[in-house]
């Protein structure tokens, strides 16, 4: 009786892989590259829609940053001004652009304007209008 329930267990063993389209699981091709998707999302609040990362902290753009293709905000100013940090392998997503940071690093641009995050917002839906120069990211 062992041997047949031995037998019964590697033969569905086999079965397993010719069902599989010929393919063992261990020679099956890699799963796609994960795609990375938009960095931020919109909501509506009481100071009307805006954009919020997806932590949902509140998204800014720096006024200076008028170029299209670089940040104005280093060095101190990245402190206080944190950038939405992109990841190496991310490209453009509709409305949303990579930039290139002077030290190399990517960050994300809603409609080629850097977003941040502020370092004065300590919980989702905090807003920071301490500062004319930064405006809250809208999605328009």
Known sequence: MFRLIMIAV?????????????????????????????PARAVVTRQG????????MTLYYFERDTSGNKSN?????????????????????????????????????YRYRPLYTSQADKAAGDVNDVDPAWHIARPY
Not at 22 to 38: I, T, V
């Open 10 to 38: 590697a033969m569905l063993v086999s079965a397993e892989s010719a069902l599989a389209n010929g393919h063992g699981s261990s020679s099956s091709a890699p799963p796609p590259p994960k795609q990375e998707g938009p």
């Open 49 to 56: 829609p805006m954009l919020v990362d997806l932590n949902g």
């Open 73 to 109: 905000c280093n060095g101190k100013c990245a402190e206080a001004w944190i950038p939405l940090a992109a990841a190496a392998s991310a490209t453009a997503s509709g409305d949303f652009t990579v930039i290139i940071r002077t030290d190399g690093s990517k960050m994300w641009a």
